[in-house]
T-cell receptor, first 113, second 109 residues
C-alpha cells in the first residue's frame, strides 16, 4: 500500500537553529499538508499546499515557517529559528483530492533544546 | 472558532465489550468527518463520512454522521486488545482538518 514517507524520524536541534523536515507524499497525490502534535495535545493544522502554492495556513504558521516542493517528489517544512515550543511531532499528509481522505506519514519528532 | 470535541476522553473496557465513541463538531465550510486510529505515531485512516444517516462499516467498526446534530459516532463491537489506541475524530473544512482531542481506548484481556 502506498505510503507517505517522512525523514528523519527524530531530530534534536538547539534553540535558534534552522531545521528542515522532509516528506515524500504518495506519487499521484496533489494536495499536501503539514500538521503537528505537541505531546499530550491535539493534532493541529499548519499548512496546506496545492499547485505549488500555499492554499491555507493556520495562525501557528508564521514567518518562521515555510514549505517547499523543490523537485516534484519531496515536500519540505522549514523552521528558520527554532523555539522550545516548536518541540512536537510533525506529520506530513497527502491526498489525491481535497475531498478525499488524507494519508499521514509516520511523523518526525522534533526536540528543541 | 472551529471546534471538534470528543467524548469520552478515556475509556477502559474488557475484551468482547462494545464501545461507542462520540464526536461533535462546529467547523466552517464543513465537508466531511473523518475517523483515525493512532497507535504509536501516524494516524491511520478509518472512515470518511460525508452524508448524514448512512452507516459505514469495516469489520467490527462502524460509523455514522448526523449533520443535523453536528455529530458522529464510532462503534466497535467485540473489542480486542489490538483495538487499544487513541481514536481521533477530524472535521474537514475547506483545506484543512480540525481534530478533536481524541479518545484513549484501552481494552483489557
Amino acid at each position: 500500500e502506498p505510503e507517505v514517507t517522512q525523514t528523519p524520524s527524530h531530530q534534536v536541534t538547539q534553540m535558534g537553529q534552522e531545521v528542515i523536515l522532509r516528506c515524500v507524499p504518495i506519487s499521484n497525490h496533489l494536495y499536501f499538508y503539514w500538521y503537528r502534535q505537541i505531546l499530550g495535545q491535539k493534532v493541529e493544522f499548519l499548512v496546506s499546499f496545492y499547485n505549488n502554492e500555499i492554499s491555507e495556513k493556520s495562525e501557528i504558521f508564521d514567518d518562521q515557517f515555510s514549505v517547499e516542493r523543490p523537485d516534484g517528489s519531496n515536500f519540505t517544512l522549514k523552521i528558520r529559528s527554532t523555539k522550545l515550543e516548536d518541540s512536537a511531532m510533525y506529520f506530513c499528509a497527502s491526498s489525491e483530492h481535497e475531498l478525499y481522505g488524507y494519508t499521514f506519514g509516520s511523523g518526525t519528532r522534533l526536540t528543541v533544546v | 472558532e472551529d471546534k471538534v470535541v470528543q467524548s469520552p476522553l478515556s475509556l477502559v473496557v474488557h475484551e468482547g465489550d462494545t464501545v461507542t465513541l462520540n464526536c461533535s463538531y462546529e467547523v466552517t465550510n464543513f465537508r466531511s468527518l473523518l475517523w483515525y486510529k493512532q497507535e504509536k505515531k501516524a494516524p491511520t485512516f478509518l472512515f470518511m463520512l460525508t452524508s448524514s444517516g448512512i452507516e459505514k462499516k469495516s469489520g467490527r467498526l462502524s460509523s455514522i454522521l448526523d449533520k443535523k446534530e453536528l455529530s458522529s459516532i464510532l462503534n466497535i463491537t467485540a473489542t480486542q486488545t489490538g483495538d487499544s489506541a487513541i481514536y481521533l475524530c477530524a472535521a474537514q473544512g475547506a483545506q484543512k482538518l480540525v481534530f478533536g482531542q481524541g479518545t484513549r481506548l484501552t481494552i483489557n484481556p
